[in-house]
């Protein structure tokens, strides 16, 4: 890492304004002890003169980087068209494009270097342009605790960049583009040390009000983390907001809610990368092959845990690795990972699964091509879908949210650093109890278990793998929960509890109460902004709203409302929307298609959402039923027996009032901007006319040649255009046939063949080559059809799509549809075989069937009035109907539980025995007459119809015996319909 921070100044369009407000707020002759790094999205074709035009803004100097330059304080460094750049330690190196088509995010590579080499002397400075570089490259900043600035967005033309770095709430500063460097002088010569903060002993006392601030706003307790680690994030926010004292910054949180939340979502470390410490992942993959997969069955699933995953390079690093096991194992194991954080932002990257293009110096070229794919936009690598869908995210505290249960793999990686050896045991402690035995746990190169070696074994203590003992008695597990938090006690373990009590409940008292109350009492809302836009629905509010016909996009609450409903909410939007106070109307009556309802509407504005909202107004809709009545009953006002009374023409007279008040405020911003955009028009026309006379000496030179280079350049813009269009649509039409999975066959008129997907070989013996050929003269796969050339032929003729099921020769089902093949213009150009896999389908068919059967059979034995016993080869009684039941005494339960010998006197056990033996040696036996003894220790005189139950096999694997009294009726069997009546 260098002595002095590197700037890293990123823009696009009307970067170059910016770029001189930027440097005119330098102070003539100074030295501000930092590098500048200026990355401006540049035409590729044409060479830049963007470092001679920055040199008339700066007295510093200015170079074009050239491949591994160095670089120093006090200089200016402008990158070069058609190349992009990184930073090695205090060396720029340039890459020229991969790809001319594709122009990749130059602002984003740059930063995320700029943050792996200057950790948290980082400072990246996002200015004027369009689009979302730089949002990836600045989170990379922050996760490193480097500082970001934006330009402000007042009378800026090109917002887009900036504000969508704002959208993140990860900047430090919005300021106009002439303050930032004053500001990072400031930052930068007045630094301090967190360790000169507070002295040692005043730590507790001082941080105990900073965290009571963070955990009563935020719900999560850093009391227990490391006060070196919170003091230096302390420091570094004291410094953005030029704070000199611990005890000022204090104050300053309790008068700014805002500056709290910001201080809490700088304590969240997200520092990761793919196989980070890939020795510690070479390690762990034969452990997992070993001690997971090898003694699990086909049914069986893996549960994985990973915690703090931040933007998930980690959990999916752990995901490619299980995908390579499953491979090379040939197994077929579901596997559920379990992701999750305590940053909601880090949640939301991760689940879009893009990563920059820089993780080709962390993932393999054999890894990069199994398991990502390049964004079509050329915005970096996206996990492919196989691994994506491995993976479950969410929110999660690990230190009071109850943990995942009955786990094989926990993953909690350069977690414990952060925190004091009491919460590290407790964490622990927590990660054993929610280990399956010999579950395995994967921590960080820098953490131990410390003093628990009695919980864990250590399979490799290098890498710092350990695996799960059976819970010993010496210190029982703490479960960190809501309902009751471990972390006020000193205590590394919890006192010794009965096991019957130690089960978690399902939800805190407290949550519990709030959701019930929440279900039943609650009234229906709707969040909405200023337009009526619905974001977020609570309770049955859809009974009192209609979905209108023809409406697209998103719902608007005024127009999904009835019109009785429809003109109070749209005036008491109006009325809040301009006071910013909550708007009550009460006893409003609300005709819908089916009832009329008597409600109360209430609208209030919503002042503290989410960051990410902060740039758009929010209110709630609450609608409640009125206590006077529910008006199912009450006649329908009609356009004849309704009247406008004086009140509701007041009211319109105010709406009409507020809507003028309106337009007035929106025709004064009209204006306004209309006047920027004739300032900024006479700007450019100022900046084209400094442009054309520095290219004038040029275009002398090259007139002629360049009215030639004109007439090609036009000629070849509109082939290129074609051909980019054809190529992009003849590309979207492969990967969709390809994509499907249905195999399908296009053929002409003459049933001649056009082109077919790749899924159609499994059905039609189809290469290549076949493409013209007649369809009949190719052999398919398919079982007792054979007139498919007769089926297409009748298709052409009639116009009537056939569809058939159709079974192949590897006794997989398929659905056949043969459909005319028509032309935008409705003409038929032949037509459209399609085989859909419906294999599933006639196997549920006939499961269904025979499940079906097997229920009507055992209708049949459970209803006959004959005693039905069916027992195994050993006289294991398997089945007991209601006959026997009644004859001999024993209910079902306690005949399953008996050998058949047990109902048989002991002096016919010998002749029951060979009796049995000869049928199970399928030896034909007649009906005999024998003796049973019942529960009661008489001896009944019963005659037997024995049967031999043969499996699929052709084994014998049980005999039947129907068995009746002699000299006594069948005892009567009464069905439940019997017993009703």
Known sequence: MNNFPIVGIGASAGGLAAFETFFSGLPAGSKPDVAFVLIQHLSPEHNSILSELIRHYTHLPVFEVTNGIQVKPNCVYVIPPNHEMTLDHDT????????????????????????????????????????????????????????????????????????????????????????????????????TTGQNLVAPEDTERLLKPL????????????????????????????????????????????????????????????????????????????LLKTQLFQKKLPQDTLRFWVSACSTGEEVYSIAILIQEILAETKQNLSVQIFATDLDSRAIIQARTGLYPRSITEEVSPQRLQDFFFLDPEGNGYRIQKKIRDMVVFSEHDIIKDPPFSKLDFISCRNLLIYMTESLQQKLLNT?????NKDGILFLGSSEAIGN??????????????????????????????KAAHPMKSNNPSLPSQNPKESTQPKLPLRELTEQTL????????ALINEQGDILYVHGRLGKYLELPEGLSG?????????ETLKHDLTLALLQVTQSQTTSVSKGIQVNTKDHTYLLNLTLQPVTDHPLLLEESALYLVILEEHPAAFLSDMPRQTEQNSAIDSPQIGDLKQALQLQERHLTAVNKKLEASNEELKSYNEEMQSMNEELQSTNEELETSKEELQSVNEELSTVNTELQSKVAELSHANNDMNNLLAGTGIGT?????????????????????????????????????????DQLHQDIQQVLTSLVPIKVEVESFDHVWYLMQIQP?????????????????????????????????????????????????????KGNILNWNPAAEALYGWTEAEALHMNIQQITPTELLHESLERTQDLSLAKHLTPYETQRKTKSGDNLEIKIISTALINPAGQIYAISTTERALNKKPPVILSATDIKK
Do not use: C, W
């Not at 082109?755 to 039609?764: D, E, L, N, S």
């Open 92 to 191: 720029l190196k340039l890459k020229p494009y991969n790809s001319p088509n594709v122009h990749p995010l130059l602002i984003d590579i740059f930063f995320q270097s700029l943050a792996k080499t200057q950790a948290a002397q980082a400072i990246g400075v996002i200015l004027s342009g369009t689009g979302n570089d730089g949002v990836q490259g600045l989170m990379a900043i922050k996760q490193q605790e480097g500082i970001v600035f934006t330009q402000d967005l007042n009378n800026l033309a090109f917002e887009g960049m900036p504000k969508n770095a704002a959208a993140t709430g990860l900047v430090d500063f919005v300021l106009p583009a002439q303050q930032i460097i004053p500001q990072i002088m400031e930052l930068t010569q007045n630094h």
């Open 211 to 286: 965290f009571d601030l963070i955990l009563s706003q935020t719900g999560h307790d850093f009391s227990e983390y490391k006060p070196s680690s919170i003091l230096r994030r302390v420091e570094r926010r004291m410094a953005i907001k030029n704070i000199k004292s611990i005890k000022l910054y204090l104050h300053h949180l309790k008068q700014n809610p805002k500056e709290v939340e910001t201080l809490y979502l700088s304590l969240l470390i997200g520092v990761t990368r793919f196989f980070r410490d890939a020795d510690a992942y070479e390690a762990l993959k034969p």
């Open 431 to 435: 990660l054993h109890y929610a280990l």
């Open 452 to 481: 628990l070696d009695y919980l864990f074994d250590t399979p490799d203590a290098k890498a710092k793998i350990f695996q799960k003992k059976l819970q010993t008695h010496k210190h029982p597990t703490p479960l960190l929960s």
């Open 518 to 525: 929440l279900k039943n009492i609650a009234p229906s809302a």
């Open 554 to 562: 998103p719902n608007n609450i005024l127009q999904m409302a009835p």
């Open 745 to 785: 066959v296009f053929v002409d008129h003459d049933l001649h063949i056009l082109r077919f997907t790749p899924a159609i070989t499994k059905v039609i013996n189809l290469i290549s080559t076949d493409i013209g050929r007649p369809v009949n003269h190719i052999a398919s796969n398919l079982k007792n059809y």
């Open 821 to 873: 093949y028509r032309t935008l213009e409705n003409v038929i150009e032949g037509a459209v075989i399609s085989f859909v896999n419906i294999n599933e389908l006639v196997m549920m068919r006939e499961a269904l069937q025979k499940s079906q059967a097997l229920a009507n059979l055992a209708s049949v034995i459970n209803d006959a009035r004959d005693a039905i016993i069916v027992q195994d080869l």
